[in-house]
């Protein structure tokens, strides 16, 4: 008899543990965020991956009333900082800045990463996309972008700059080159900052940037802006045409950006998490300083992010491995 008893109350105390983690689970949805919420940026401070998440944070922490923290893990490619992300606790209150280069680009580099996109992060919101610019020293003979195409065909093994090995303007250039059939030598620099700097002074001539670091510079006529990279022109710049309609239609690359959280963050906590963002991006405020930056705001789903994800992966992963784009430069 008394053994019975004590089978009753153990099996009675085993079925209410899913039920009290379930309930742990809704309180947590429904107080989300009861803390403030950390976001680790794996990139340095001040460029567009960490600007552009900041300003979204900024109107984030008034919508839900807890203070937004960011804090900066930058180096080693954004392998530590993701990794971090990856190994916090999914309570929603740990995200993660995530970009072309640490989502789609770092797992057909390097094959050991410690963390897998699929299996230990989960897509909870695409916050921006960043337009790319053509961008030349005043010295080369090319008001155009045809002009340059023809004066690159005629010097072979011009030197472009890039932020660094695999960032999206490196890609970037690397698919130009190889659709218009130009060989380029690649000059990759640590950072946008110190690429543009060689630029303006002349020791590179070409390089493919963001319009947020490029724009500045274009217009105290220290380089000549000669198309951008998106589908169509942007409304700041209607004059400046886009690769596509000059030199190889379809062209199309802009960097972006997003939030990951750690794997094992329940479904309904990501979609009131996206929720917030999608209502944060949609902030008139928001739209501008974006704007100012080169940027457009992406509201959609945590699984349109995560499809998206996979499908730059495919895109950039055939890349490297046909054009040979290592991290050594």
Do not use: C
């Not at 053994?3 to 009675?12: E, I, N, P």
């Amino acid at each position: 008899m008394l053994g019975s008893t004590v089978r009753r109350d153990f099996l009675s105390a085993a079925m209410q543990v899913p039920l009290l983690a379930r309930a742990g689970v809704a309180h947590a949805e429904a107080t989300w965020p009861n803390r403030p919420v950390r976001i680790i940026v794996p990139f340095p401070p001040g460029q567009s991956t960490d600007v552009l998440p900041r300003f979204v944070g900024d109107v984030l922490s008034r919508r839900v009333a807890q203070p937004v923290v960011f804090e900066n893990r930058a180096g080693g490619v954004g392998v530590p900082g993701t990794e971090a992300v990856a190994r916090a606790t999914p309570d929603g209150h740990t995200l993660g800045v995530g970009a072309v280069s640490t989502l789609a680009v770092n797992p057909a580099l390097m094959p050991n990463l410690p963390y897998d996109v699929e299996r230990d992060l989960t897509p909870v919101a695409k916050l921006f996309d960043i337009a790319l610019a053509v961008v030349v020293h005043p010295s080369v003979p090319a008001t155009t972008l045809p002009e340059l195409v023809t004066w690159l065909r005629g010097n072979p093994g011009t030197r472009y700059a890039s932020a660094g090995p695999a960032t999206t303007p490196h890609l970037a250039a690397a698919l130009f080159a190889r659709r218009l059939g130009i060989l380029l030598e690649h000059v990759p620099y640590r950072g946008s900052g110190p690429a543009m700097a060689d630029l303006v002074a002349g020791v590179v001539p070409v390089m493919f940037d963001t319009v947020t670091s490029a724009l500045p510079q274009a217009s105290a006529a220290k380089v000549r802006l000669l198309a951008v990279t998106t589908a169509q022109r942007l409304p700041r710049l209607p004059d400046i045409p886009t690769v596509s309609e000059t030199v190889s239609a379809g062209f199309e690359v802009v960097g972006w950006g997003g939030l990951v959280a750690p794997a094992g963050t329940p479904a309904p906590l990501v979609e009131t998490i996206n929720g917030a963002l999608e209502a944060s991006l949609g902030d008139p405020l928001l739209a501008n300083r974006f704007g100012e930056l080169g940027a457009v705001p992406t509201p959609g789903t945590a699984g349109e992010f995560a499809a998206f994800v996979r499908a730059e992966a495919v895109r950039w992963g055939e890349l490297v491995r046909t054009a040979g784009i290592r991290l050594d430069g």
